[in-house]
């Protein structure tokens, strides 16, 4: 994934399925975040793009549900 698509939904590795809402600054650092909810519960998160965007493997974590290669993968409904 080379960036993140505002009002996309998204799974996180652990299951659950998150929708972008908007890509906001860091006051201080002026790093890109990015603003999510958490479909089901609506609770609003935050978290730098980068850890969006990287390609770290993380299939052989424990705590991996999914199955999936990397923390954040597009998710198309069917």
């Known amino acids: 994934m080379d960036k993140v698509e505002v009002n996309k939904k998204y ?3 652990k299951g659950h399925i ?3 809402i908007l890509i ?3 006051s201080e650092t002026l790093e890109n975040m990015v603003v999510y909810k958490h479909l089901g519960t609506d609770e609003l ?3 730098p793009e980068k850890m969006f965007l990287e390609d770290d ?3 052989s974590r424990a705590d991996n ?4 290669k990397h923390r954040f993968e597009l998710y198309e409904e069917n």
């Open 57 to 59: 493997d993380v299939s």
């Open 65 to 68: 549900t999914t199955g999936q």
């Open 18 to 20: 998150i929708e972008t």
């Open 11 to 13: 799974r996180h590795f």
């Open 45 to 47: 998160w935050v978290r």
């Open 24 to 26: 906001a600054k860091h």
